[in-house]
């Protein structure tokens, strides 16, 4: 969908946006469409991202400003919660696109863990949402009837042996939301994760075997890898009051991936690469 086209589903909506980098980021992607439909919010990230990153050009282009916030600290994430109070009030979307692995960066086989900073990948990619939840809700900036979307990924219960230690962590972001969605159910409060097909993202490409995960799921997926864009157009119906209803789920952005067994591409892939006519999955 163009970012000049829009329905405005979120028209008098206000949000936070956490995670966006550069323009190849989901997060990024995501807070266009959220512009587009006439959301208005904050955006922000770790101060090493927004050194790393591009974060005042997307500012510019949606009149969002922008907050650094380390998530492994709780005094930066109750002060980024009254820094957005007092900046838009309340709230009534948030994003939760953070994810991060020393491990993996460092290539660390998952047998041979520095524990350290598996805590850290804990923290960051999972825990920090319940932070973020909490000191939303206790700060008062929460409204009633808001939707919180944390960006997750197949690797939650499958395995996917080049992710590492994130699989954990992804596992444990979908248990909080869950949890944290039953408890804010009472006010209207929707929490889901969208577990979002691998995506050419500089975070993703930076993965090593990505290539081959995306080349996968590309051959499997019926309707093939979703885009950026396509998960931002999606985040936009959650957000949105089309989907009031909604909770404690992980929905699956994946073309049907989840689904699926083995594609006849990849049958006949798999025939030439054996030279086996006959060859049977």
């Not at 979120?10 to 995501?30: Q, V």
Request: hydrophobic share 40%; glycine share 10%; with cysteine.
């Amino acid at each position: 969908m163009s970012e000049e086209k829009g329905y405005g589903l979120l028209k008098g909506k206000k949000g936070i946006i956490f995670g966006a980098l550069d323009d190849r980021s989901i997060a990024w992607r995501i807070a266009l469409a959220c512009h587009r439909e006439g959301g208005q919010f904050v955006l922000s990230n770790a101060p090493i991202a927004l050194r790393l990153g591009a974060l005042n050009a997307l500012s510019e282009k949606t009149g969002a400003p922008v907050f650094p916030c380390d998530v492994s600290s709780e005094e930066d994430v109750e002060k980024l919660m009254n820094q957005t109070k007092e900046e838009l009030g309340g709230v009534d979307f948030i994003l939760h696109a953070i994810g991060m692995s020393p491990n993996i960066r460092k290539k660390k086989e998952y047998k041979g863990l520095n524990y350290k900073w598996f805590q850290q990948t804990l923290d960051i990619s999972a825990i920090s949402l319940h932070k973020i939840l909490h000191y939303a809700e206790n700060t008062g900036l929460l409204n009633d009837g808001a939707s919180v979307i944390a960006l997750s990924y197949i690797g939650a219960q499958r395995v996917f042996s080049k992710y590492s230690d994130m699989n954990d962590a992804k596992a444990l972001l979908e248990s909080i939301a869950r949890n944290y969605g039953s408890r804010l159910a009472d006010r209207g409060i929707r929490v889901n994760t969208i577990s979002q097909a691998p995506t050419r993202t500089s975070a993703g490409t930076g993965i090593k075997g990505f290539d081959g995960m995306y080349t996968f799921a590309e051959k499997i997926a019926p309707l093939g890898n979703p885009t950026a864009d396509e998960c931002a157009d999606y985040c936009v119906t959650l957000f949105s009051d089309l989907t009031r209803k909604v909770t404690m789920q992980n929905l699956y952005h994946d073309g049907g991936f989840v689904s699926s067994g083995v594609s006849e591409e990849m049958v006949i892939g798999l025939q030439k690469l054996y030279g086996d006519e006959d060859f049977e999955l």
